[in-house]
């Protein structure tokens, strides 16, 4: 006779991370409630852990209040300085007038630009506003955007320090203080 034996299904602790059994109320490990009824049946044992994790997420890392500063600034001059570049760029009408189809159609390239950086400052905005508000979501976005930015800025043409400031909020962004903060 062929017996499978079924394993019992475990859940995580959210504080230490050790597998526990589904019907334990407390960690194996570390006795933290797995449960809201054993919170409230221990409630007084781990009140000073639970409140020292509680006011630590009220409190805003400062790699958030950075990374929120950043993408605003972001969102503010790269779309803008980009359109007016490329409206500065477009070509003009000569004095005979011979190129005006050059100038007729090197309007279009501006014109496209601030059609696509226009909704991505807008974009931007929203990334931002997530990311100071603790949208679990924003946690990732910012870092792509962050991406975004140091790849931008390593360009020979660009201002290497804020490559190097984005490399460093990037080193901050990654830490468990900041991620824990976001939920992850």
């Not at 955007?145 to 460093?168: D, E, K, Y």
Request: include cysteine; proline fraction near 6%.
């Amino acid at each position: 006779m062929n017996e499978e034996r079924i394993m019992p299904e475990t859940i995580q602790c959210p504080n230490c991370g050790t597998p526990n059994d589904v019907n334990q109320s407390l960690c194996k490990n570390c006795m933290t409630p797995l449960t809201a009824y054993s919170g409230q049946l221990i409630g007084e044992a781990h009140q000073g852990k639970l409140a020292a994790q509680v006011a630590d997420l009220q409190t805003r890392p400062v790699a958030v209040i950075a990374m929120t500063v950043t993408i605003v600034i972001f969102a503010l001059f790269w779309p803008l300085r980009t359109v007016l570049a490329n409206f500065a760029a477009k070509p003009v009408t000569n004095a005979e007038g011979t190129n005006y189809i050059a100038s007729a159609f090197g309007s279009i390239g501006p014109i496209l630009s601030a059609a696509l950086l226009i909704p991505a400052a807008v974009l931007l905005g929203i990334i931002a506003w997530a990311t100071w508000t603790q949208r679990t979501w924003a946690w990732m976005a910012s870092l792509a955007v962050l991406i975004v930015f140091v790849l931008i800025n390593l360009r020979p043409s660009a201002m290497a320090l804020f490559a190097i400031g984005g490399i460093a909020l990037g080193v901050l962004w990654v830490l468990p203080r900041t991620k824990s903060w976001y939920g992850l």
